[in-house]
């Protein structure tokens, strides 16, 4: 849709050097001659990592480069039956790489949806254009809770007023005047204008805030970071064991040298937990997929596993509990005022007012200006003031000025006619004063001299989905709180009516006290808070943090961006302003407030599956750990070639690991991921470790002649198969019909192996005689049982 305004061309400067405005903005001559000249604003915002990013990320790691080595070591030495474990590595590389590549596609088309496009006049037309298409000289206009999105000079103010507090740090917003500068960044919070770009592209913030707030990222995560803690105390107990291993082997034995080397690689290998890191992105890529589907937009993938986190919520009221549009349903004159002349006042204030909020555009549906009144003065709405205001010279040449806003902001204490803003408020209905002032709207204290002429009674329209998202939250013990810029019982009624625990305990925030923790024991307190002002809003963000809560904050309106700023998980709804969605982690595009429970339950799937499946691929490290190192001390032969713990890893941890990592799962987010992980990792390694070697060694004992390593190897496998399946077994619980059967179904790809001849052939797997295999099942038998204990007593030991 474009509106004519004007048909001047424009230049960027003038002979002097100053930058020149012209109302019409530049012609498409001009456009394509800034364009080849590369003064457009081309920085590539974008949504997700690049291609090659994503490749060089799955392909170029420290892990990937040894067992690199390895794999073309085993090629050369080895049948091609103990270089199993490169393949199976390949082939997670490439699954991880194809799940990224699907989470990019979705998040660069999301992205493309929710993209903010300002507008900008060109041939005398105003029309919307993507941020990157933007040139040097071009004439942008601006709006309540539209972004800046390059560097410029303002050529045109409609009392316009910037929050430039992302930017500076000051939370109060700056009034700005033609010749002013504004810097991208920044926001609109109240009135409106142009002005005329004078930075684009590199040279300008914007496009490095706009990238940085929409990058594929997988940092400042708790899961991310605590893998990569974990990973650094393996390489730190890998490197010396493996050095350990390979002079053990290589040196202190009299072996032959080709079977010296695949047992030193066999040790060497299951050391390394490869797929954590794998199973971790491909999770997240594939929670992005899933949220996507429900046009759900992650600028940043950790918030997937933030919200999961939360255990505050707060609320805006407006566009999140209620939809945008409202009704008027009634109005009542005061002081003996004339109906007719109040609806044409009323007329004149929508028609004033270039970009209407949703309660002023509820009036201009219901009181279509009929009357031709000169607008000679505006006041934009602000949500820090509660009122706006226009003044008029009417058609008979008198003179008039007008606020419409907030009763109790604009009456004082005591006024009877808030006594009939309280009935209506009880009501859950919206309550707006007209009233007649004399002086400058901007004069100091013209609030206190209002002359109450008429109430408007706004009816709001509740969305469907809230009540049932509202119940989901305290289902999860989640608390809700809602803050709004409305009446307090007004924002109340509305949340009973959604079915809010609480909603009758509500606070006016002017009486809120200003000291953190005083605020905070306030705001576990109650529930609904009314009259909230934007910085209050941060302030009682903050508080709640300082309490130790996870906070969500949802909003829609500029009123909102501190507050979503600050919160750790801040929401946006697809059709709030633009400030809003830059600071957002996460964009409803569906302005479905019902999608927040599906985020949740995605976070807390990545969440409590990775912690499940960190502890299979733990386990398996430690205990390959401790076996090298009891060689080492020893000085015997490895127990195993790498076919062995290829189809033990696979068995036991790879496949069963990406199930669970997939899996839905319920339970709440806990904090301490590593030492949740470790806790049981460890005791599990230990046992699956000491319960191996004591196997191999009876089995040493046992069997004599040439083949006897052979039959003690396979004793030794089928001991740590059995405890390395019951851990599975452990961490499979709850157990379902299907987790069950993942289970069993493991378990019996191993007897298939067992029983096969050319699979045991394959594996170097047969098991001879029958007290060795029955004495291996009693010995995984006592380790199972360890397990067991084991995690019951660090559960009472060591409590997360």
Request: include cysteine.
């Amino acid at each position: 849709m474009t509106q004519r305004v004007g048909s001047e061309a424009s230049t960027t400067r003038t002979s002097d050097g100053a930058v020149e405005h012209r109302p019409g903005g530049l012609s498409s001559a001009e456009v394509a001659e800034r364009v080849a000249r590369g003064e457009v604003n081309d920085v590539p915002v974008r949504s997700s990592r690049s291609t090659a990013d994503i490749v060089r990320a799955n392909v170029f790691t420290r892990f990937n480069a040894i067992i690199g080595v390895l794999w073309v070591i085993m090629l050369v030495v080895a049948p091609i039956q103990d270089s199993l474990f490169g393949f199976v590595i390949i082939a997670n590389t490439g699954i991880g790489i194809i799940q990224e590549l699907r989470a990019k596609k979705t998040l660069d088309g999301l992205a493309v949806i929710g993209e903010a496009k300002p507008k900008v006049r060109r041939d005398g037309t105003a029309t919307e254009v993507p941020v990157s298409e933007i040139v040097l000289g071009d004439c942008v206009e601006l709006g309540p809770g539209d972004k800046i999105v390059v560097d410029g000079e303002v050529a045109e103010s409609e009392s316009l007023e910037v929050d430039e507090s992302l930017l500076t740090g000051e939370a109060d917003p700056v009034v700005k005047h033609p010749g002013d500068q504004v810097m991208s960044g920044s926001f609109v919070v109240a009135g409106g204008g142009a002005f005329t770009a004078t930075k684009v592209g590199r040279e300008a913030y914007a496009a490095q805030l706009a990238e940085e707030a929409s990058r594929f990222t997988l940092v400042h995560s708790e899961l991310r970071s605590g893998i990569s803690t974990i990973l650094k105390y393996v390489t730190w107990m890998m490197v010396p064991t493996a050095i350990g291993l390979i002079l053990s082997q290589l040196v202190v034995k009299e072996s032959d040298l080709r079977g010296s080397i695949a047992r030193t690689v066999g040790g060497i290998v299951p050391m390394i937990p490869e797929g954590l890191v794998l199973l971790t992105s491909v999770a997240f890529a594939i929670g992005v997929v899933r949220l996507g589907r429900r046009q759900c937009l992650v600028q940043e993938l950790p918030a997937i596993e933030g919200l999961a986190r939360v255990d505050v919520v707060c609320l805006d009221k407006t566009g999140t509990l209620t939809e945008g549009g409202m009704d008027v349903t009634e109005l009542r004159t005061l002081g003996g005022a004339d109906e007719a002349y109040v609806r044409t006042v009323l007329g004149a204030l929508g028609e004033s007012d270039p970009r209407p909020n949703a309660s002023l555009q509820a009036i201009i549906d219901a009181y279509p200006d009929g009357e031709e009144w000169r607008c000679t003065q505006a006041l934009p709405f602000s949500s820090a003031r509660k009122y706006s205001g226009a003044a008029f010279s009417e058609s008979d040449g008198e003179s008039s000025a007008w606020l419409l806003g907030a009763p109790d902001v604009l009456l004082p204490d005591g006024d009877p006619v808030l006594a009939q803003t309280d009935e209506l408020n009880e009501k859950g209905l919206r309550v707006l004063l007209l009233a007649r002032v004399d002086g400058e709207l901007d004069a100091p204290g013209i609030a206190e001299r209002a002359e109450a002429a008429a109430l408007v009674v706004l009816e709001q329209r509740l969305r469907p989905d809230a009540s049932d998202t509202l119940a989901y939250f305290a289902d999860q013990r989640v608390a809700a709180k809602v803050i709004s810029g409305d009446n307090a019982v007004s924002v109340g009624a509305v949340a009973g009516k959604l079915g809010l625990a609480g909603a009758e305990d509500t606070v006016d925030a002017r009486k809120l006290p200003a000291e953190r923790e005083e605020m905070a024991a306030r705001l576990d307190e109650a529930t609904v808070f009314g009259r909230v002002t934007p910085q209050q809003k941060r302030s009682m963000v903050a508080a709640l943090q300082s309490k130790g809560h996870t906070v969500a904050m949802t909003g829609d309106g500029v009123n909102d961006v501190l507050a979503l700023k600050d919160a750790d998980i801040g929401v946006s709804m697809g059709s709030g302003s633009e400030a809003t969605k830059a600071v957002a982690q996460i964009v409803l595009l569906n302005n479905s407030f019902a999608t927040l429970p599906y985020v949740v339950a995605e976070g807390r799937r990545v969440i409590g599956n990775i912690t499940r499946v960190a502890t299979l691929f733990l386990t398996k490290t430690v205990y390959s750990v401790l076996l090298a190192v009891l060689v080492v001390i020893t000085g015997i032969e490895y127990p195993f070639l790498p076919r062995h713990l290829t189809l033990l890893s696979t068995l036991t941890i790879g496949v069963p690991a990406f199930f669970l990592a997939l899996a839905p799962n319920k339970e709440r987010a806990k904090p301490q991921f590593v030492k949740r992980v470790m806790r049981y990792a460890v005791p599990s390694g230990i046992v699956a470790a000491a319960a191996t070697f004591l196997t191999y060694q009876l089995a040493r004992a046992h069997y004599t002649g040439p083949d006897a390593l052979g039959a003690e190897t396979s004793a030794a496998t089928l001991t740590l198969f059995l405890v390395s399946i019951w851990v599975l077994a452990i961490i499979a619980r709850p157990y379902t019909w299907w987790r069950i059967a993942l289970v069993l179904a493991m378990g019996g790809a191993f007897l298939v192996v067992l029983a096969v001849p050319w699979l045991q052939d394959f594996f170097a797997l047969r098991l001879v005689g029958t007290v060795m295999p029955w004495t291996a099942v009693g010995v995984a038998a006592a380790g199972g049982l360890l397990v067991e204990v084991a995690w019951r007593w660090v559960e009472r030991r060591f409590p997360v």
